[in-house]
């Protein structure tokens, strides 16, 4: 039909665009990602990895995409009494795609499943459920990398065990009291960027020294990323140099530890 056939206040038509996504399969359309789990994956990872893929292409899971980013996050740093409860709030959305990461282990499968293929595998899931939605993939890669560290310290094998726990558990509570943990990371200050030998964030053993032990930490950081996390990897300057603390949301006597976000990025 030519433009001057068509209906009265009718002005175009669309046309030569690609329709919307619906029943897409991930897995099925990208030829490349097969072959790399074929060739780098365990054998039964692309068993788990079409079912996967395919769930992800419905309509209603790519809208929850749409919806973590239309709908973005709010800090209250105070509740309604004047209260310190530094909460960040996100929609619904976004907690959805957190679950179904952590149900599939994006966040851990490496350490839950180690042996030759799995980090080939876990890639390949991030790799798919990043189609949806990326910002998610932030606590979800942080808390996996922060395996390494935590288990170099036998003092923190509670954290280690709750990262490994397929519950996502959204609840501000203390960590004690939860079905599962993620973690966030604080390194970048305004002061040194990417050189973190410059932070001036110091740390003070509360009692005895050393790896393991109780240190208080001052300072501000520029980036705190993922701030609903129950606990960061922060960098602070203590006596023998920059090094590596875990910092909760929560403190052991169940107080909200003094952990204040100034605004979101």
């Not at 030519?2 to 099925?28: C, F, I, M």
């Not at 039964?44 to 790519?62: C, D, E, S, V």
């Not at 009494?81 to 499968?109: K, N, W």
């Not at 052991?252 to 003094?258: A, F, I, L, R």
Request: glycine fraction near 8%.
């Amino acid at each position: 039909m030519k433009e001057s056939e068509l209906p009265v206040g009718q002005t175009h038509r669309v046309e030569n665009v690609v329709s919307e996504l619906e029943g897409y399969d991930l897995w099925a359309a990208d030829t490349a990602l097969q072959e790399s789990v074929q060739r780098h994956a365990r054998a039964a990872a692309a068993q788990r990895l079409q079912p996967f893929a395919q769930k992800l292409g419905q309509q209603a899971y790519l809208q929850l995409g749409a919806q973590a980013n239309r709908y973005r996050p709010e800090l209250a740093t105070h509740d309604a009494y004047g209260r310190r409860i530094d909460l960040v709030s996100f929609h619904p959305a976004y907690h959805q795609l957190m679950q179904t990461a952590i149900e599939h282990e994006l966040h851990s499968l490496p350490w839950t499943q180690p042996g030759p293929g799995a980090h080939a595998e876990r890639a390949a899931f991030c790799y798919l459920h990043t189609q949806v939605e990326a910002g998610h993939g932030c606590p979800i890669t942080m808390t996996f990398a922060a395996m390494p560290a935590l288990r170099s310290t036998p003092e923190l094998s509670f954290w280690s065990s709750g990262i490994m726990s397929r519950h996502y558990d959204p609840r501000n509570i203390a960590a004690p009291h939860k079905r599962g943990l993620t973690l966030g990371m604080g390194m970048t200050e305004k002061q040194g960027g990417s050189d973190v030998r410059s932070n001036s964030s110091y740390a003070r053993a509360i009692a005895a020294a050393g790896r393991g032990a109780a240190y208080e930490l001052t300072g501000h950081k520029f980036f705190l990323s993922a701030p609903m996390s129950d606990a960061f990897l922060v960098l602070a300057q203590a006596p023998g140099g920059l090094s590596c603390f875990l910092l909760p949301r929560w403190r052991d006597d169940g107080e909200k530890n003094t952990l204040e976000l100034v605004r979101l990025k």
